[in-house]
Structure formats: C-alpha cells, structure tokens
C-alpha cells in the first residue's frame, strides 16, 4: 500500500514518539534481513475477523514490506496506521527508538543495510550530500565569479567565503580544506555515479 504523504523530518520524530510503536510491536510484525523488512505471519488476536486474518496472512507473510519508493528515493511504507521510512524501522528494529536523522552514509537512500545507516544530527546529515544536479563546476561549493573561481561552504545554515581563485584548481582545494576543518563526511559532493 502506497502512503498518502510522508512526514518532514522534523514532524517525523515527534510523530513517531507520540505514536505507540515499539520494538516489541515491531518484532511482533517485520523480520530485518540484508537492509530490507519482511512481514511476519499475523496472529489471529491482531486481525478482527477469520477471513481477514487468513486474506492477510496468505498475501503478504514471508513478503517484503516498505517496498514502495518515496519521491526522494526513500524505501516506504505503513504500520499500524502510520507512515513511515524503512530506515527508521530498521534503526527502531535494532536499537529500540528512531532518531531525529537517520544518514545513509553512502547516499544511496534504498540501501537500508544496518552497517549503511547511523544516527546524526541535522548539522551532521547536511554534511554527507550528493553534489546538486544543478551544479555546473563538477565541485559542490565551486562556481565561477568572473574570469576566476570563487569557492564558499554551508556552516550552522549560513553561507561562508572562502576566497576568490584565478584558477580552479586552487578554489577546489581551499573547499576540500575547509569540508575537513568543519567536519564534512568523505562523500559529500559525490556525485549519482558515485
């Protein structure tokens, strides 16, 4: 079943605590295995009549749950009448709650696997994107000013300059220096190919 609308993230984690899930419900319902969610037969006292219960049972035990695919490349899917990330179930799953963020480290937001996914802050998630679509100079931060380079970088929601560069090269670098001074993941700015 395809989810109506997916919460913003900063209406998610609120939504997610004010809403009874918990491991053991969880358990009680999905198996994780290999970054993906499978249903778990039902038992009789979850579901409200016998023909339910054995419709239910018969189509979707033993299938893979939250396969439907959100706008942003998110794998998807609803329980227990709520909306949700497979990400934060997996993380719920193991580690008994969901955090505000949830990062895929290496960018792909389908590769659920556990050893993909770690909990950070918003700051820290800002800091593991892919290099925009509309970026021209193959170089997230990099653009041309004039007959030169100028390179900038996004700290606490604000644009810093980090100089203006005659040669492309030179911008590039001051970027990636500035990207280890303030603690950007190795993988931001990859690109879709990465």
Same mark, same amino acid.
């Given at each position: ?10 209406? &998610? ?21 290999? *970054?993906? %969610? =499978?249903?778990?037969?039902?038992? #009789? ?9 054995? /419709?239910?049972?018969? #189509?979707?035990? *033993?299938?893979?749950? =939250? ?10 899917? /609803? ?5 949700? =990330?497979?990400?934060? $179930?997996?993380?719920? %799953? !193991? ?9 895929? $480290? +290496? *960018?792909? &937001? ?6 993909? %996914? ?7 998630? #800002?800091?593991?994107?892919? #290099? ?6 193959? @170089?997230?931060? @990099? ?6 380079? &100028?390179?900038?970088?996004? $700290?606490? *929601? ?5 100089? +203006? ?21 190795? +993988? !931001? ?6």
């Amino acid at each position: 079943m395809l989810p109506r609308r997916i919460l913003k993230p900063e209406k &998610r984690a609120s939504r997610w605590r004010s809403q009874a899930l918990n491991c053991h419900a969880l358990r009680g319902v999905l198996r994780y295995e290999a *970054g993906k %969610l =499978f249903w778990l037969e039902r038992p #009789r006292a979850m579901i409200a009549d016998q023909r339910s219960f054995k /419709t239910w049972n018969a #189509r979707f035990a *033993g299938q893979e749950a =939250f396969t439907a695919k959100h706008s942003e490349g998110y794998r998807c899917g /609803t329980i227990f009448g709520c909306n949700f =990330f497979a990400h934060q $179930i997996i993380w719920a %799953l !193991h580690f008994g709650d969901a955090p505000g963020e949830i990062d895929h $480290i +290496n *960018g792909n &937001r389908a590769d659920n696997r556990l050893e993909n %996914l770690r909990a950070v802050s918003r700051d820290e998630n #800002r800091r593991n994107v892919k #290099r925009p679509s509309t970026n021209s100079s193959g @170089v997230v931060g @990099v653009y041309r000013m004039g007959s030169g380079w &100028r390179a900038s970088i996004g $700290i606490d *929601g604000r644009s810093v300059h980090l100089g +203006n560069f005659t040669e492309f090269d030179q911008a590039c670098t001051a970027r990636k220096l500035a990207e280890v001074q303030y603690g950007f993941h190795e +993988n !931001h700015g990859r690109s879709d190919a990465a």
